[in-house]
């Protein structure tokens, strides 16, 4: 007999095993790209398009907010995992990005004070 064990079909090699990886498929994600692309064309021409201002930035945010979110459902694959997990991600997100918004307004505002003023 030879130094070699025969191995059964199916049978756990630690040496050779390559897991499968579970595939969402890329027809998801060619779709996800166009989609990206077209908000962002869209996004573009009106931010090109439009006078600055409040509006046109209100709409850039708006644009900017809607591809992270496919970004992060998608290609981070958020969308697979467990409702709570999504929330335990997205309300601190969420709460930390007011904030932040909070504090630029507050600081714009400030800022926009002692111009005036001098």
Not at 100 to 112: C, D, H, K, R, W
């Amino acid at each position: 007999m030879s130094g070699h064990h025969q191995h059964i079909e199916g049978e756990y090699i630690p040496e050779t095993y390559v897991p499968h990886a579970e595939s969402h498929g890329t027809k998801g994600l060619w779709f996800i790209f166009w989609v990206l692309l077209g908000i962002t064309v869209v996004d573009f021409i009106f931010y090109f398009a439009m006078e600055p201002g409040l509006v046109r930035n209100i709409i850039f945010v708006f644009f900017g907010i809607v591809k992270a979110y496919f970004i992060i459902g998608t290609f981070m694959h958020m969308k697979f995992e467990a409702r709570f997990l999504r929330l335990m991600i997205v309300i601190p997100a969420v709460i930390f990005l007011s904030y932040l918004v909070l504090l630029l307004l507050i600081e714009g505002n400030y800022v926009s004070i002692v111009k005036y003023l001098r």
